[in-house]
């Protein structure tokens, strides 16, 4: 059984430090991994798609990596904002997809 | 808007009622997936369908929950006898039909949060 877990579950940071999320998953054979954002009372904004084939993906200020073998992905933001703050949620896809509890980020001006 | 629309956006139901939530996928996309959010927990998987079929169900309650997908229409989950436990949010997702299989980049809705009184 697929599970994914998330360190850390809440991080507090300065406005404009890059940090990184992280994210492992028990069964490596997976389809692929997302990266989504939840703010508040919100539904899910997809981040990032990366493929079981790939090793990594960025949009902007956001990198992702896969490390499939090793069952782990990062998600690096860079320069970090306010508007930041959020739940990062990742999920993997093997038979269906599993969600990791998520970090909850803070931004501080 | 193409996206995922859910609705409705909120639903308040007193035990024992019925609660049906709709979700009408990205236009094209014919592969929708459920996920119960309860309060300061993470989401869970609970049914898979493509048009007309279930494809899988091990998230789902053996009990009161059932879900469909038709060949016209939105995706309905349907709650019957709802419990203060069904409280939650819930939230729809589509993928799009490829070639190389049916699982793909997911697409979310708003969500429907669901309060039983």
């Known amino acids: 059984k697929q599970e994914v877990t998330q360190i850390p579950a809440a991080l507090s940071v300065p406005e404009g430090e890059n940090l990184v999320l992280n994210c492992s998953f028990t069964?490596?054979?997976?389809?692929?991994l997302q990266w989504f954002r939840q703010d508040p009372g919100k539904g899910l904004t997809s981040l990032l798609l990366i493929q079981s084939s790939q090793r990594e993906q960025t949009s902007g200020r956001l990198n992702a990596s896969l490390d499939k073998s090793s069952g782990r992905s990062t998600l690096y933001i860079a320069a970090s904002q306010p508007g930041d703050s959020a739940t990062y949620l990742c999920?993997?896809?093997?038979?269906?997809?599993?969600f990791g509890p998520g970090t909850r980020l803070s931004v501080l001006p | 808007n193409a996206g995922v629309m859910q609705n409705p956006r909120h639903l308040v139901r007193r035990r024992g009622q019925e609660a049906r939530l709709r979700c009408s996928p990205v236009k094209g996309h014919s592969h929708v997936y459920w996920y119960r959010q309860l309060p300061e927990e993470g989401l869970k998987f609970m049914v898979y369908?493509?048009?007309?079929?279930?494809?899988?169900e091990s998230g789902m309650p053996k009990e009161r929950f059932s879900a469909e997908f038709p060949k016209e229409g939105p995706s309905i989950l349907r709650i019957q006898q709802v419990v203060r436990g069904d409280s939650a949010a819930y939230f729809c997702?589509?993928?799009?039909?490829?070639?190389?299989?049916?699982?793909?980049?997911?697409?979310f809705g708003p969500g429907t949060r669901l309060t039983v009184l």
């Open positions: 369908l493509q048009k007309e079929n279930i494809i899988d």
């Open positions: 069964d490596s054979a997976i389809y692929n």
């Open positions: 999920a993997v896809c093997n038979q269906n997809f599993v």
């Open positions: 997702a589509s993928s799009p039909r490829l070639a190389g299989g049916p699982y793909n980049e997911q697409f």
